[in-house]
């Protein structure tokens, strides 16, 4: 299985920061490798797939980046509803696997 | 708009047979899609169990391979879990999702069901 390890496994910041969450896989993913937020007690929801095409919907301050083994969600300019956590998954191989999650707190 | 909805007891006994129903609605689940069962124990993160085809074709995680049946009902628009022997580390929410799928751009899951907390206790 690829192993998805994200980085920092939480974090505070404040409304109005930037924000930068890591993800790294286990071995080369191409660029298939998305982005989903979930709050407490709902489900997830896909904000960036392939690395780096936002989701329909999605506000421009989520941008994501990244290929082969390195990617990275920004949120440009935190805002009070974008506190979350946050998974990385892999769409490059079966079984799926998702990172262990990043969950973002307020300052 | 796509939606769906899981469906089953909350509560299992060690042993027993944890089985959930998926309800889609807004859409058919005859598309070129792949319908998916993913997991979540307390406080932790996401799994994926398995996905089923329209045509029944499955493809399951290794993991639980030896223990888990997807089926699906295109007459009812749903589709269904099946995880035996279960024990206490079976226990968390259970998602259905929709697997999309976009050649150069690789598959992902949307839309989620809202989710189904299962517990497995004597």
């Known amino acids: 299985d690829i192993q998805m390890t ?3 496994s939480s974090l505070s910041a404040s409304v109005g920061d930037r924000v930068t969450i890591t993800c790294r896989s286990s ?3 191409s660029i298939y490798l998305n982005w989903y937020q979930q709050k407490p007690g709902k489900a997830p929801k896909v904000l960036v797939k392939a690395a780096s095409s936002l989701q329909s919907g999605v506000p421009s301050r989520f941008s994501g980046s990244g290929s082969g083994t390195d990617f990275n969600l920004t949120i440009s300019s935190l805002q009070h509803e974008d506190f979350a956590t946050y998974y990385c998954q892999q769409g490059y191989d079966m079984p799926q696997t998702f990172g262990q999650g990043t969950k973002v707190e307020i300052k | 708009q796509m939606q ?3 469906s089953g ?10 089985s959930l129903t998926c309800a889609v609605s807004g859409g058919s689940i005859s598309t070129s899609d792949w ?3 993913v997991r979540q124990p307390p406080g932790k993160g996401l799994e994926w169990i398995g996905q089923i085809y329209h ?8 993991s639980l391979e030896n223990r888990v049946t997807i089926s699906v009902d295109k007459s009812k628009n749903q589709f269904s879990l099946k995880l035996n022997s279960v024990t ?4 968390g929410v259970y998602y259905c999702a929709r697997r999309e799928y976009q050649v150069h751009m690789g598959e992902w899951f949307d839309p989620w069901g809202q989710g189904t907390l299962v517990i497995v206790s004597s």
């Not at chain 2, 045509?55 to 290794?62: E, F, I, R, V, W």
């Open chain 1, 6 to 8: 994200q980085s920092p």
């Open chain 1, 27 to 29: 071995q080369t993913i």
């Open chain 2, 35 to 37: 319908w998916s069962w």
């Open chain 2, 9 to 18: 007891p909350g509560l299992v006994k060690p042993s027993g047979t944890l």
């Open chain 2, 88 to 91: 206490a580390a079976d226990t």
């Open chain 2, 55 to 62: 045509s029944g074709y499955t493809n399951l995680n290794p």
């Open chain 2, 4 to 6: 769906l909805q899981e």
